[in-house]
């Protein structure tokens, strides 16, 4: 039988090779909800602080995450001007990267805080509801499942549900309730 000793290794191999043996002993389901978010800033401390805010003060919220969390998606939320002067919106465009399908929400940062953040509810809405069909993979496949789903077209050109502003009220009620 042949064994080998670690011991042989140069250091800078030992140490790769007992990392690569702990990792292993890892289980992935030791990893926790909060590392592996699906809804996440893009290194801006303000919009983590609002995501931070929405999931902490409103169950409206946070259920919109764990929604989104259990699909294969990622939405980054990030500060960005919208077409047409909305303050917040999804961008109709998706990314495939491996098993991830890649949302943006960009939203206008000039406002107060409550209404920051059920902006980002209601476009989380409309996320979660693109990430669960999974069969939306393209940027025209989002369009289509928009124009042939619940939303409609307003005249502006945004697609919209009363459902999502239904969500964005509830948000914004929640976070008022708790101040």
Not at 5 to 22: D, F
Request: charged content about 20%; glycine content about 6%.
């Amino acid at each position: 039988m042949f064994t080998y000793s670690l011991n042989r290794l140069p250091s800078h191999l030992r140490w790769h090779m007992t990392l690569v043996m702990v990792l292993t002993l890892f289980n992935s389901d030791i990893v926790t909800a909060e590392a592996i978010r699906r809804v996440r800033d893009v290194g801006d401390a303000q919009i983590a602080q609002l995501i931070n805010e929405g999931l902490h003060m409103s169950p409206t919220f946070r259920s919109l995450v764990e929604m989104i969390d259990a699909t294969n998606g990622i939405v980054y939320v990030q500060r960005g001007d919208c077409r047409r002067s909305a303050r917040a919106c999804l961008v109709l465009a998706i990314q495939v990267a491996g098993p991830n399908r890649i949302l943006r929400v960009l939203v206008k940062v000039r406002r107060e805080r409550r209404e920051l953040i059920a902006a980002i509810g209601h476009e989380l809405h409309h996320a979660a509801d693109v990430l669960a069909n999974p069969a939306v993979t393209t940027t025209q496949g989002m369009f289509f499942h928009f124009l042939n789903g619940r939303e409609s077209m307003s005249i502006t050109g945004r697609f919209e549900t009363i459902e999502a502003v239904r969500v964005g009220m509830q948000i914004e009620a929640e976070l008022r309730a708790r101040k």
